[in-house]
């Protein structure tokens, strides 16, 4: 089926807008899609087609999930060559922890501010405007000189953490429930990934520049190409993706088919929502701890193997590199139980049991692996580990989009805060806590755990919950 790809509105005779009529409250973008649509679910797509770039649904995610990997490379773009940077600029230990804590502390308040913005302006502007100006401090990267300057330049980076939301927001607003989960959880997994491909990525770049500076020069110089990367992406998103399925929030403002969004109210409804809580909390004990590894695994190495940096980031990769296919597989789960159960108001408890087990399996794997005491064995666990980890994280966001429907971007940014917090937390765990990482990641374990409880509380209107039968009826998701 051909999509009839208008880049704007059709305008009157005398070039302006159209006013608002009854016929135009109808109107959107494109008449006919590339993917089978549900009109009754604001024309989400019901199937993915991933080898195709069609506008508006797959266009957008594919921009989604690339958008925030070069986010999340450039995010963590320090960690591989942290051992060398900490070296040459005669770092301790509680500077680069300190470093760590900066460049996810930013993030937690661009997260909750930039999920209503989502939903006031639309997740493609948002997200093509974190990407383009987060890229400015990563191109300044090379300058650091001290711990301080260290500090200061990964608080600024920590901003690209946010395009998580507008990440996770967008393939809501595209894809319906019956695949949602699927579809956020191979967005952000893929996303993810950057983390695990940064390692690979900054050491290549790193030793590339090696060839004609010394160690110092290079590092400084690696900086500029995750910069020119993230930039380029966010201002090609901007120019050749859709907010969702019927056009651009503007578009479909001037036109009368949606209402202007406030953001402030959108702030509100996501903010005092009770199951956005829950899962702020469970949210931190996955991603947060994804983060927390991704900032701390190839010093781990290195220190704990005599390792060399190359290998330690090699190694320190794979962690990442299980968003591959690990965090679509919870997705994949997360869906695949909600129709096990019935779907409807019945299924929400499957995709409940999903992100409890995923949480658990997490937990007792993260135990095993601080017990370990080579480095194959390290190795074979911290794959089964991040594979929990990454699990998680996509039966997480199998349940967001249903939790409000009308303030999707909010509860996104409130979630998505929670994995930042988290990370906060446990990267003051590696502060002031036990003086062994092994010990402070033992105790982690049983925090995970733990929060596969909080499923229990999870009650969303219309749904059935882990042990409670739904009351009320379940928000639409005709939404735009």
Not at 259 to 282: D, M, P
Not at 422 to 431: Q, S, T
């Amino acid at each position: 089926m051909a999509v009839a790809e208008m880049s704007t509105p059709e305008k009157a005779a005398d070039g302006e807008l159209p006013t608002t009529n009854k016929h135009e409250c109808s109107w959107k973008k494109y008449e006919t899609y590339y993917c089978e649509v549900d009109p009754q679910q604001g024309d989400r797509a019901t199937e993915i087609k991933l080898l195709s770039l069609k506008r508006p649904h797959m266009r957008g995610f594919h921009f989604a999930w690339f958008g925030f990997f070069m986010a999340f490379a450039s995010w963590f773009a320090f960690a591989p060559l942290m051992p060398q940077i900490k070296k040459d600029l005669g770092l301790t230990t509680d500077d680069v922890y300190n470093a760590n804590i900066a460049s996810v502390a930013s993030t937690v308040l661009m997260r909750f501010a930039v999920g209503p913005l989502c939903d006031r302006f639309g997740t493609r502007t948002m997200f093509s405007m974190l990407l383009s100006f987060g890229a400015i401090p990563v191109f300044f990267g090379g300058l650091v000189n001290n711990a301080t300057g260290l500090v200061t330049i990964r608080f600024f980076i920590g901003v690209l953490g946010a395009c998580f939301v507008p990440c996770q927001a967008w393939c809501s607003q595209l894809f319906a429930k019956e695949i949602v989960g699927t579809a956020n959880a191979m967005a952000g997994g893929w996303g993810n990934l950057g983390g695990g491909a940064v390692q690979l990525l900054m050491v290549g770049v790193w030793n590339m520049f090696r060839t004609g500076f010394d160690d110092e020069q290079a590092w400084r110089l690696s900086f500029i190409v995750p910069a020119v990367l993230t930039c380029g992406t966010g201002i090609g998103m901007y120019f050749f993706s859709d907010d969702s399925p019927k056009g651009n929030f503007k578009e479909l403002t001037q036109r009368g088919t949606m209402e202007r969004r406030s953001s402030k109210k959108s702030f509100q409804q996501g903010f005092f929502q009770y199951n956005a809580w829950i899962l702020f909390i469970q949210y931190a004990a996955c991603f947060g701890v994804e983060v927390t590894m991704n900032n701390i695994l190839a010093v781990y190495l290195e220190t704990k193997y005599e390792l060399s940096v190359s290998e330690a980031g090699l190694i320190a990769s794979l962690f990442g590199l299980m968003n591959l296919f690990a965090r679509a597989m919870g997705g994949a789960l997360s869906d695949k139980l909600f129709r096990l159960f019935g779907a409807g108001t019945t299924g929400m408890r499957g995709r409940i049991y999903a992100q409890s087990l995923s949480l658990v399996w997490e937990g007792i794997m993260l135990l095993i692996f601080t017990q370990m005491d080579s480095l194959g064995a390290t190795i074979g666990v911290l794959l089964l580990f991040s594979l929990g980890v990454q699990m998680a994280e996509g039966c997480t966001f199998g349940i967001v989009p249903y939790v409000k429907p009308a303030a999707t971007g909010s509860v996104s940014g409130v979630v998505g805060a929670g994995g930042n917090v988290g990370a906060v937390c446990w990267g003051l765990m590696f502060r002031f806590g036990p003086s062994e990482a092994d010990d402070v990641l033992f105790i982690l374990g049983f925090i995970v755990i733990a929060s596969a409880a909080m499923g229990l509380f999870v009650l969303i209107q219309g749904h059935d919950g882990c042990i409670t039968k739904a009351k009320g009826e379940p928000e639409s998701l005709d939404v735009i």
